[in-house]
C-alpha cells in the first residue's frame, strides 16, 4: 500500500507519454489512412513486409529493404495510436501486435547481424518475450480478462532496435564502421530494456494486486 501513491504517479505519466505520441502520430499520419482500415490491418502488412524485407536484402535490393523495414516499422507507431485514438483496441491486436514487432526485428537482426553477440542475446529475448506474449494469451482467454498491453520499457526497447537497425543497414550499404558499432551500442541499451520489461511483465503477472 506505501508504494500505490508512486505506482499511479508512474502510471499517470506514462499514459500522458503515450497521449502525445499519440497526438503527434496523429496530426501527421492519420489523414492518408482511410477510416475503413483497422489497426489489426496495419498489424497483419507488417507480418506480410517482414518476408520481404527478407527477400530484398537476400537480392541485394538493399535501398528497398531499408524503405520497406521504415514502413513496416511505422505500421507499428501508428497502429497502436488508432487503436487507442479512435477506440478500435481488440484483445486480438494486443496480442498479435507485439509478435509481428518481435518477428520483424527478429527476423531483420538475424540475417544481417547474426555473428554479434549483442543481436544473438536479443534474439534469445526475442524467443522469450513470445513465449510471454502466449502465456499472456491463454490466462486471458482461460480468465476472460484483457491481455496486458506493452509497457512502456517494451516500447522504448521496440524504438531503440528499430533506430539500431535503420543505423545499421545505412552503415553497412555505405561501409562505415564506425556508424555499425554505434549501431550495436545501441542494442545494447534496448538490451536493458528488454530485461527491463520482461521484469515488469513477471512482476505485473505475479505479484501486481488490487489495491484493497
Do not use: C
Amino acid at each position: 500500500m506505501m508504494d500505490q501513491p508512486a505506482n499511479d504517479g508512474y502510471t499517470k505519466n506514462t499514459r500522458a507519454f503515450q497521449r502525445s505520441i499519440d497526438g503527434a502520430v496523429q496530426k501527421a499520419l492519420f489523414w492518408a489512412i482511410p477510416e475503413w482500415v483497422r489497426p489489426n490491418h496495419l498489424t497483419i502488412l507488417r507480418f506480410v513486409l517482414t518476408p520481404v524485407v527478407i527477400v530484398t536484402l537476400h537480392y541485394h535490393l538493399r535501398w528497398l529493404a531499408l524503405v520497406l523495414f521504415i514502413a513496416a516499422v511505422t505500421t507499428d507507431f501508428v497502429d497502436g495510436a488508432m487503436a487507442r485514438r479512435r477506440g478500435q483496441i481488440t484483445k486480438a491486436g494486443i496480442i498479435i501486435d507485439p509478435i509481428a514487432d518481435k518477428i520483424l526485428v527478429a527476423s531483420v537482426l538475424g540475417y544481417v547481424g547474426f555473428h554479434y553477440l549483442v543481436v544473438k542475446i536479443i534474439l534469445a529475448l526475442i524467443v522469450a518475450e513470445i513465449i510471454l506474449v502466449a502465456i499472456g494469451a491463454g490466462v486471458s482467454l482461460r480468465t476472460r480478462r484483457p491481455p496486458a498491453a506493452a509497457n512502456v520499457f517494451g516500447k522504448s526497447k521496440m524504438v531503440l532496435q528499430s533506430i539500431a537497425l535503420i543505423i545499421f543497414l545505412v552503415a553497412g550499404f555505405l561501409s562505415l564502421k564506425g556508424l555499425q558499432d554505434f549501431s550495436s551500442y545501441l542494442l545494447w541499451v534496448a538490451v536493458a530494456f528488454a530485461v527491463l520489461s520482461g521484469v515488469k511483465q513477471l512482476r505485473d503477472a505475479f505479484f501486481k494486486h488490487p489495491a484493497a
